[in-house]
């Protein structure tokens, strides 16, 4: 299991993402799509071409690069992905499964207080 992190989050504590899997940044934190979006494209295509329904995108940094890795594991993974929803409440991360194929989407309440 690998938690794809969209964009690196310099101070930021991601221990608990690790519960998930283990951690690997697809862009630098001081990367920016300002002109063109095809070289990250070319990138995501590269880093997330083995993603699968065991994975999980931690969806943080440029809303640009997010909606990008999001596209390109729904095109590899048949419309389904899992991603890494932050509760400020609760200091930890829930799992959110999205399936494009599907009317909606889900969320992992295994680990999830409901009764908050």
């Not at 221990?15 to 934190?29: M, Q, R, S, V, Y």
Request: proline share 3%.
């Amino acid at each position: 299991m690998t938690v794809y992190i969209v964009q690196e989050m310099r101070g930021r504590d991601l221990t608990d993402a690790l519960a998930f899997g283990d951690l690997e940044i697809l862009l630098p934190a001081e990367e920016q799509l300002t002109f063109s979006t095809q070289p990250t494209l070319v990138r995501m295509n590269r880093m997330l071409r083995n993603f699968t329904d065991s994975d999980y995108l931690l969806l943080s940094g440029d809303p640009t690069a997010i909606a990008l890795a999001a596209c390109v594991v729904a095109k590899i993974n048949n419309g389904r992905f899992k991603v890494l929803k932050w509760d400020r409440k609760e200091n930890k991360y829930f799992p959110l499964t999205v399936d494009t194929n599907s009317k909606k989407s889900t969320v992992d309440t295994s680990s999830y207080n409901v009764g908050r």
